[in-house]
C-alpha cells in the first residue's frame, strides 16, 4: 500500500524559512521522479518543485525558484523542500507525489506565511 506522510508545515513570519519532509512507502522510490505540490484555499492544486529519480536534475515553478530547494534521499525513501524567504502568496497546504500525481494524495502538511 502506498503511503506518502508529509510534515514540517507551520506558522512563520514573511521571510522566514521551514523545512517540509515526505516519507514515501509502498513503491520503488527510485523509479519516480518527485514532486511537491500546493494548493492554496480556493485555488488549484499547483506544482511548485520535482526532482528527477537520482535527484540530481531539479525544477521550480518561477514564484519559488531561488527560494525552494528540493531534494531527496533515495537510501531513506524520503524528500524535503527547503523553504527560505517565505511570502504570504506562498501559504496553502503543501503535498508530495510523484511528477505524474501517480498516488492517492496524503494528508499534506499547512504552511501558513503571516505576521
Known amino acids: 500500500q502506498v503511503q506518502l506522510v508529509e510534515s514540517g508545515g507551520g506558522l512563520v513570519q514573511p521571510g522566514g524559512s521551514l523545512r517540509l519532509s515526505c516519507v514515501a512507502s509502498?513503491?520503488?522510490?527510485?523509479?519516480?521522479?518527485m514532486s511537491w505540490y500546493r494548493q492554496a484555499p480556493g485555488k488549484e492544486r499547483e506544482l511548485v518543485a520535482t526532482i528527477d529519480m537520482t535527484g540530481t536534475i531539479t525544477s521550480y515553478v518561477d514564484s519559488v525558484q531561488g527560494r525552494f530547494t528540493i531534494s531527496r534521499d533515495n537510501a531513506k525513501n524520503t524528500m524535503a523542500l527547503q523553504m527560505n524567504n517565505l511570502k504570504p502568496e506562498d501559504t496553502a497546504l503543501y503535498y508530495c507525489n510523484s511528477l505524474s500525481a501517480r498516488w492517492d494524495w496524503g494528508q499534506g502538511t499547512q504552511v501558513t506565511v503571516s505576521s
Open positions: 509502498g513503491f520503488t522510490f527510485t523509479s519516480y521522479h
